[in-house]
């Protein structure tokens, strides 16, 4: 059983940044994969980033790369994703999730938070 917690959502306007933290239960960071994903109001949720057990490797949606960096600090259970050069289209809510290995999809996760939404405004 592991549970997450995001934080660091919120309003800002087009251009600017946010930081989102997610902080895991027990030692899930230091053994697993750590994804990032988020919905927006009558979508699908989608894929944005994810990072595997290392901290290496690292895979990123297209709409995201080159604005997006997702990191992790193991030590402390967590994982992050610095967002930069914020878009209207970001708006969403964003989820942290749990993989065994990194990927880009939703079934290869099995645990999730609650999400924390993210406000982009033009």
């Known amino acids: 059983q592991v549970q997450l917690v995001e934080s660091g959502g919120g309003l800002v306007q087009a251009g600017g940044s946010l930081r989102l933290s997610c902080a895991a239960s027990?030692?899930?960071?230091?053994?697993?994969?750590m994804g990032w994903f988020r919905q927006a109001p009558g979508k699908e949720r989608e894929f944005v980033a994810a990072?595997?057990?290392?901290?290496?490797?690292?895979i990123y949606a297209d709409s995201v790369k080159g604005r997006f960096t997702i990191s992790r600090d193991n030590a402390k259970n967590m994982v992050f994703l610095q967002m930069n050069s914020l878009k209207p289209e970001d708006t969403a809510v964003y989820y942290c999730?749990?993989?065994?290995?990194?990927?880009?999809?939703?079934?290869?996760?099995?645990?999730w938070g609650q999400g924390t939404q993210v406000t982009v405004s033009s």
């Open positions: 990072v595997n057990w290392s901290g290496v490797g690292t």
């Open positions: 027990g030692r899930t960071l230091s053994s697993n994969a």
């Open positions: 999730a749990v993989a065994p290995v990194s990927g880009a999809t939703m079934e290869g996760y099995d645990y």
